[in-house]
Every structure is written in structure tokens, then in C-alpha cells.
């Protein structure tokens, strides 16, 4: 499998994470969009990482997880407590930032 | 001069501020009265008792190095200007502590029954300590700066006690007036020490180095123009601060405060600022001759022109305010004269009398209930004689009656005005008849308010009561005499109010003895004299008889018997046009209506000042700095500068929609904007050929080497 192939597939994956941010109402499909994004940059490190050798990328990618792990906990945290305030997690109920 | 340290002058100036700011503080939450004067009058009548002290160890201390010096902490220090917080007590000054603190605790004990009941007592007398302290900064301040800090000091008492009664709104514009009249003097005083201090490299009038010390060394090394220049500016200061021609105007209306507030700062103390300041200062105005020829002649008009307007004045304080600006006007012609411890002289004599009269004028407005038409007055000697006979003594001490204090100063003045160096005929005629104006009004005063017989305030007479209290009497004493009003017989004032009356009526006699003329003595130079005491702190200003005069005592002993005469005629004018006279009094205005029209009106001075000064700068205030300054420029300004950031929000708020798709959609858009223009622009280094070749070289090597097997 070539890299260009690999490459192509995680912009792949991160344009739909994008998509998914940008277009979806859902909270709990944002987030999980946002994981979406986060995968698809460790599938380009390990990629790489595969190609070059060396450790460096690898330890990048450990870091990712782990951010997305805390990334995960905290915002369904928020989720759930925005869930108890509007009775809703459509992205359209939560517009306090409003200029 | 080497000045002896004294740890005695801190305490001196501290005490007075110590108890404005006790009373100040606290006086609102305790409501203590007792406690309010008890502070009050311990805070100037310690200060009184060590001036005392002081004085005996200056007499102590040989002649010629009397001086006693303490530096409280060094105040601004930059460059070479260096001004530290310092005070100096040398005979001058010395003269002014004593009659500062002991008329001041007399006044404060008088104002303990005058403002009794007031419903801010705590207020008058933090201000009237307040008062004490900037006037002892101001006379014990080593350098000008010191004693610009107690000009300042007093005029900031001052105005807030013109407008003590401030609910009353034209009290209120009284101590408006007067501050603001004063500030026209004080640029000019702070001009004049910019002058100083470019000539001199120094503020301090005293000591080694100090601007009289450096004149007398070698006055030659001063241009003459600058040092006319400098100290007329200082007179500038003078004026506004002494009330003379032509910043006088404030005085007169200062008399809508408290009556001892009138008899301390605007007779006995304050006022005589300027003539202070000038015998401070006497090696610059020695060298000053054109300068000093205009304070001779301001002041001997000033002398003639208010004594003039207080002729037909019928407020009994009214009268004695213009009194106060024509005996100031006495001062200066002395200072212009070259006679500077005469003008201290004078200064001194007139704090007794003129307090003397103040207070006794306070006491009579106390017993009429806040009436000061002199119309509603009349036979008082009867109910007030303790008044009646303080009044007389000093009214008789003002007209000149032979011996008595203002005789012994004022005597010498009109003879230096006449025969000294920097005297000339003209001035001495203005304070002749200054002279003759001054017994006359004041014998008017004693033939409407004491003599002759009592009218009493018609019944349903609107008068300014409004100040509860400060008046002995209530109405419940009101036994009906019709004639005399509702308000019954007028009383004797109490304790606290007569004995200092009878105190300053006491030193209005004697008060002159302090420097006997050298005509009474054969010019042999007495050691008990204030003349002789100052002598250490004018040495090297004198001026002298002008040497035709020098050994003519029959002149002087003839203008003696003139002003003395004109002093009599006066008494005997006044009692051929006022004694009997129970109806108003209004024989001036019968025989002369149009002079007595100019006079009432006080020459129109006011009016004259509202139409060509106050009147064109109010228009060019409100429609040029008001209308088009501040509310085109200055306001256009800040309004475009307000809408532009209004217009740019409205249009920049529309981007924060709240939306979070949105503002995802936009994020990642103008991320890769930015990136994209980054590799566009070279901002950052990409180099793509690395990648490029990395495709290549997988391509080369497989795809099974390359990505591991497939």
C-alpha cells in the first residue's frame, strides 16, 4: 500500500471530521468528529513514521490519544451538563457567544 | 546670620493643624460642643503661650543674630531646586506669630459665645484652626515656597469660612468671589517667584545666601529691571491678598461670614499678608524704587477710595470692611514709603483695634439679632457698655486721638509719606484725607449704633436671621417694648465675647507705646521699641527722611497738629449731621444726592468689573471655550472616535453569530487560508520537493519495502 494511498485516506478522514464539526447539530457527533480529526492525524504520523523510522512519531501519536482521551471525559462532561440545562444537545440551542 | 535650632517651632505650627484635623474628623460623630471648643482653643492658645516663650529666648540671643531655625523635613528636592519644609523665627516674624496666636485665642474664646448653638460648630472651628496653621506657615516659612503654602493655606481657610452659611446662596458666591479674585493675585505672586528664583538661584528671603542677604552683599549684580519686575509681580500678590486697587473688590463682600472671622483673617491677620510679605522681602523692594513708588500710591489711593465708599455705608460690618481696605492702604503707603517697620507697626496697631472693632460690631449684631443696618441701631451705650466702651476706645485709636495706638503708627506714616525719600506731596495728601474720611465714618458708627437714642427693628422687619443660635438671646425674653421692637432690649454679650473686647480695647490704648515716634523721644533710639526690635531684619533697607525734612520737627510737629485737627473736625462734622438724629439717616443722601448715589453704589466698581471684564469672559467662555471648543472640537472628537468604534462593531458583530458550526466552518477556513498563503508567500520554508522525493523513493523501492509488506 503506498503512502499517497495512506495520506489520501487520513485527509480523508479529517475533511470528514471537519464536515462533521462544521455540519452536524448533534453535540455528542461533533465530539465525536473532533476524535474523527485526531485519528486521522495519527494514522498520518504512523504513516510517516513507518516510512522514516525512528521513535519520535510514535511518541506523537501516544500524546494524541491520551489528549483525546481527556478531550473525550471533559467534553461529555460539558455535554451532559449543557444536556440538563436546555433539555437539548442540538449546537443550535447554545448561541450565548452572540455578538 | 547663624540661626540657633528649636525643636519649639514644630510644636507651634503643628498644634493649630493637630486640632483642625481632630475637630474635623471626629467633630460630626461626637456632637460634643464642650469638647469641639475646649480642642479648638487649646490648639492656638498653646502656640499663644509658647510665641511667648520664643519671643524670651530671642531677646536672649544677641541683637544681630536673633534668629531661631528648624528644618521639619526636606520637601522637593530636583536639581538644584531644593526647598525644604523650614522655619524661621527672626524679629519680623516673631511679631506676627505673637499677634496671630494671641488675637487668635482671643477670637477663638470670643467665638465660643458667638457661635454658640450653630448647628456646624465643629465645622467653624476646624476651619478657624485650619485658619491659624496656614497663617503660621505663611509667616514662619523659611522660604517663599513654605509661604506660598500658607497664602494658599489662608485663602482656602478663608474661603471656606466667607461661605460658612453657604445655604445662603449669595454667602456661597461671597466666598466664590473672593477666592477667584484672589487667584488673578497669585499669578502674579508665582511669577514674581519665578523671577526670584531665575535672579536669586534661591526662595529664601533670609539668613546667609538667602535674597535680602545677596542684595546688601552686591546689588549691583542684579538687573534693576528684573528686580522692579519681580517685586511688582509680588505686589501683584499683595493686591489680591491685602485687598488693594485694583483686586480689593472681594473684601468688602468676605464680611458675609462669621463676624470673628472677620475680625481674625479679614482685619487682623490674613489680609496683612502683603504688607508681611513686603517687609520679608524689604532688600528687593529697597531696590525697587519704581516698584515701590506704585505700592506708595496704590496704596495711599486705596487709603482714600474705599475710606470714601464706607462714608455712606450703613451695614456696621460693611463700613468696617472698607475701614479694613483703607487701613491696609495706610500699610502699603508705608511700605512704598521705604518705612517698613512702620507699615509692621501700623499692622500690629491696627490688628487691636480693627479686632477691637470686628468683635464689638459682633457683639452689638449678636445683642440685635443678626441686624447689621446701622438705621435699626441707635443708643446701645445704655444696654452694651462694656461694647460701647471697647468700641470708643478703638474707634478713637482708628481716628487717631492723640497717644492712642493707631495715632502712634498712622502719625508716622502720613510723616513718611510726606517727608521721605520715596515720599511725595500728593501721596501724603490721599491719606490725609483718608485720614479725615476714617474718623468720619467711624464717629458716624458710634453716633448710629451707640448714641442718641434706640430705634429698634420695626416690627415685621424681614432680617437675615437665618443662623440659629450665635445670638444670646431667645425669644422668651421678649418683654414688649414696643418702640424697641419684638425682639425686647438688647443684652450685654457674655464672658467669652467681652473679655477679649476688653483685652484688645486695652492693648487699642496702649498698643502704640510699642514704638513711640522718635519726634516724642528727640530721635534718641528707644531700646523698648518695635522699631528698634525690627531694626536687626531692615538694617540694610533704610530709607531715609528726605535731607530738607531731616531736622525740621517743626514740619513734623505742625502735620501732627493737622491730622489731629482733621481728626477733631471730623468728630465735630459727624455730630453736627448724625447726633439726635432718630429718624433714618439719611442726611448725606439729602444734601449731596449724586455723590452719595456713587459712593452707595461704592464708585460702581462692581458694575464696572461685570461689564467690562466678567461679562466679555463669561461670553467667551460659554459661547467660544463652551459652545465651539468643547462642544464641537472637543466633543466631535471623541464622539467620531465613539461612532466609528459603534459602526465597526455593528458590522464585525455580525461574524459572532453564536453559531458554532459557523465559527468551526470559518476557524478551519481561515486556517487553511492562512497556510495556504504561508507556503504561497514563503513565509514558512515547506519544502515540498522533500516530499515529493519521498513519494518517489517508495515508489522506487516498492510498495512492499516501503510500507512493510503488504
Known sequence: ?99 | MHAEHTSLLAVVIALPLLGAIFNGLTGRKLKNDTLVHSVALAAVAIPAALAWVLLFQLLGMDEHGRALHQTLFPWIHVGSFQIDFGLWLDPLSAVMLLIITNIGALIHLYSIGYMKGDKSYYRYFAYLNLFIFAMLCLVLGDNLVVLFLGWEGVGLASYLLIGFWFEDRENAKAGKKAFITNRVGDFGFALGMFALFVMFGTLTPVGDGGINAQLAANPAAFDSTWIEVAALLLFVGACGKSAQIPLYVWLPDAMAGPTPVSALIHAATMVTAGVYMIARLNGLFFHAEIASSIVLYIGAATALFAATIGLVQNDIKKVLAYSTVSQLGFMFTAMGAGAYAIGVFHLMTHAFFKACLFLGSGSVIAAMHHEQDMRFYGGLKKFMPITHATFFAATLAIAGFPFLAGFMSKDEILWWAFASERGSTLAYVLVLAAAFCTAFYMFRIMWMTFWGEHRGVPEGHGHGDEHEGADGHDHADDHGHGDHGHHGEPKESPWTMTVPLMVLGALSVVGGFLSIPPIFTGHESIHFSLHHWLHPVLANSEVHIAEHYAHASSVEWGLMALSVSVGALAFFATWVLYKGKDKLYDVFAARAPRLHDALWNKWFVDEIYEATLIKPLVLFSREGLWRIIDEVVIDGVVNLVADGGKVTALLVGRVHSGDLRASAGVMVLGLALVMAAAVVFGVVDVDLSAVTDLFSEADASGDGAAMGGE
Open chain 1, 1 to 99: 500500500m503506498p503512502l499517497e494511498h495512506l495520506l489520501l485516506f487520513s485527509f480523508l478522514l479529517f475533511t470528514m471530521g471537519v464536515a462533521g464539526v462544521a455540519l452536524r447539530k448533534n453535540l455528542l457527533v461533533v465530539l465525536m468528529s473532533v476524535e474523527l480529526m485526531l485519528n486521522a492525524v495519527n494514522l498520518a504520523f504512523v504513516g510517516v513514521a513507518r516510512l522514516i523510522g525512528g521513535h519520535d512519531a510514535h511518541v506523537m501519536v501516544l500524546m494524541i490519544y491520551v489528549v483525546a482521551a481527556v478531550e473525550v471525559a471533559i467534553g461529555m462532561a460539558i455535554v451532559v451538563n449543557m444536556f440538563r440545562q436546555k433539555d437539548s444537545i442540538s449546537v443550535d440551542s447554545f448561541d450565548a457567544m452572540r455578538g
